[in-house]
């Protein structure tokens, strides 16, 4: 186990609507990245918090945003969810300048977008 | 940019055998670190091994261990003794170190792994 908790475990959502999932990191980690998996591929990086303020963020559209919460909590949301939205997420926490570059990753939640 | 290429998309292997994974990587950094990451069917991404760019050594734990080829960008998995609870995704990963701390990982298209009894 990484500590690390997410939820929900699945849900499903029509086209269009909007969506909040959400994460827990380990307790003391200043950092949580959110990473998009489609069905067979590797995770891709959506984005990044550090101490509550977004820190880097990969090749996706506005309508993927983000909180992080001064308890280590976080959410990812998305707006106007499209079909291709279909994936896994995973969070995943760290301690900034840790030196160890380690990454513990949530169990996923499962999104469907019909 | 920095791509990791895992050019098995399926390997399997009998119990109590030897088994390695493949990975290439591209970059122009110097100084960066490579993971091995095992996705379970439980979907949880667990660390398997890191290897810092830096250290010619070849990291290991336990079962597994790694042959890292830094002139070539090569960066294999070996596990030995596989054990059926070894079957998974596998995902090589790629991270470059910065002033600022963590940075985001770069990941393949990972392995799928079947153990075989």
């Known amino acids: 186990e990484t500590g690390v908790t997410q939820s929900p475990t699945h849900l499903i959502k029509t086209r269009g609507q909007q969506v909040t999932l959400r994460c827990s990191s380990q307790s003391g980690h200043n950092t949580v990245s959110w990473y998009q998996q489609a069905l067979g591929q590797g995770p891709q990086f959506i984005f990044q918090y550090y101490r509550e303020e977004e820190n880097g963020r990969g090749n996706f559209p506005p309508r993927f945003s983000g909180l992080q919460f001064p308890n280590y909590s976080s959410e990812l949301n998305v707006n106007a969810l499209e079909l291709d939205d279909s994936a896994l997420y995973l969070c995943?926490?760290?301690?900034?300048?840790?030196?160890?570059?380690?990454?513990?990753f949530g169990p996923g939640t499962r999104l469907t977008v019909t | 940019a920095q791509t990791v290429t895992q050019s098995q998309p399926e390997m399997s292997v009998q119990e109590a055998e030897t088994v390695t994974l493949s990975c290439t990587y591209d970059t122009s950094e110097n100084n960066y670190y490579l993971f091995w990451y095992k996705q379970p069917p439980s979907r949880q991404m667990i660390l398997v091994i890191r290897?810092?760019?830096?250290?010619?050594q070849n990291a290991t734990e336990n079962r597994f261990s790694v042959n890292f080829q830094k002139a070539a960008k090569s960066f294999s998995l070996k596990i030995s003794d596989s054990q059926l609870g070894d079957t998974a995704m596998y995902f090589c990963?790629?991270?470059?170190?910065?002033?600022?701390?963590?940075?985001?990982?770069?990941f393949g298209k990972g392995t799928r792994l079947s153990v075989i009894a």
């Open positions: 995943a926490s760290s301690l900034k300048l840790s030196g160890t570059y380690e990454q513990y």
């Open positions: 290897q810092e760019a830096y250290k010619q």
């Open positions: 990963a790629f991270m470059k170190p910065s002033v600022s701390g963590n940075t985001p990982l770069v």
